[in-house]
């Protein structure tokens, strides 16, 4: 069985500060992860993925996350925020196997205020 | 590639019609899945195909709820008898398959709909 913690549903940065993002998941297999992106009234953009490469993962628009496995983490930061970042943010896990459903677990995400 | 997309955009219906939505996938995405996205949640997975087989469905997926995927193209969701429980946003998303450095999901705008 897998699943997302998001820790944080509202997260608060000035602009020109330090985005961070957390995410926990659980995976009885090796996971593929991603984080996810969502203005109002949009679909989701994928931000990043994680599959089983680096574990240091760069993404669009400056945001980075790094897999921890000891840590069963997939944190996404951005060394300095624009407002342009606010929006919701899903952190997303699932198995990697060839034949598996492939459908991705999300948390319930986190919204990113950014003020001026 | 003009990415995923989803017909209608939003609907409101009233309790006990019927409703249908589509989604057309990015063309070479052998794989097609449906989520829900309630306020507030992350999306929650309800069905995917792999070419025209639907492989597999959740829970939340009652009855009222079926999907085609025709000829291995787009694909339809259709709800009978509708709930108001059953006001979201469905989305649609399209992959190559699980297991490769590709998969990742890519997600259609949204079919937001209201169920008055």
């Known amino acids: 069985a897998q699943s997302v913690t998001q820790l944080g549903s509202h997260v608060s940065v000035s602009e020109g500060a330090l985005v961070l993002l957390r995410c926990n998941y659980s995976s009885s297999v090796p996971p593929y992860l991603f984080w996810y992106v969502q203005y109002p009234n949009q679909g989701l953009q994928l931000l990043l993925k994680?599959?089983?490469?680096?574990?240091l993962v760069k993404g669009i628009n400056g945001f980075e996350a790094e897999f921890k496995k000891s840590e069963t983490s997939f944190h996404l930061t951005k060394p300095s925020a624009h407002m342009s970042d606010a929006a919701e943010y899903f952190c997303a896990v699932t198995g990697d196997a060839i034949g598996s459903q492939g459908n991705l677990i999300f948390g319930k995400g986190t919204k990113l205020s950014v003020k001026p | 590639d003009t990415g995923v997309s989803q017909n209608p955009r939003h609907k409101i219906t009233k309790r006990g019609q019927n409703v249908t939505f589509r989604c057309d996938p990015i063309s070479e995405h052998n794989r097609l899945y449906w989520y829900r996205q309630t306020l507030g949640q992350g999306p929650e997975f309800l069905t995917y195909?792999?070419?025209?087989?639907?492989?597999?469905k959740s829970r939340l997926l009652s009855d009222r709820f079926s999907a085609e995927r025709p000829k291995g193209s787009f694909s339809t969701l259709e709800i009978q008898r509708t709930e108001q429980g059953d006001s979201a946003m469905y989305l649609c998303a399209s992959s190559l398959r699980p297991g490769t450095d590709a998969y990742e999901q890519y997600f259609g705008p949204g079919t937001r709909l209201t169920v008055t």
């Open positions: 994680y599959t089983s490469a680096a574990t």
């Open positions: 195909f792999q070419n025209e087989a639907q492989l597999e």
